[in-house]
């Protein structure tokens, strides 16, 4: 049986707490995201490799479908 990947993700800004559901891209990495409240643009964390998997309450699907080797 296949798990099944889930494309939302609500992103936290580190900055200043804004929370927004965004669907995630199925075939790229997300890698810079502004936030529409302050503007700051986020960059994945060290050791992440995008923006849903640093701040997101989901990863992104590569990494759904098969961890860190998988992605990007």
Known sequence: MEKEIVLQSTITC???GHQKEEIM?????????ECENCQEVLKPKQGDCC???????NA???????GKNNCC
């Open 51 to 57: 923006v849903y998997c640093s701040y997101g309450t």
């Open 60 to 66: 992104c699907p590569p990494i759904q479908e098969g």
């Open 25 to 33: 891209p199925t075939d790229a990495c997300q890698y810079f995201y």
């Open 14 to 16: 580190p900055n200043c």
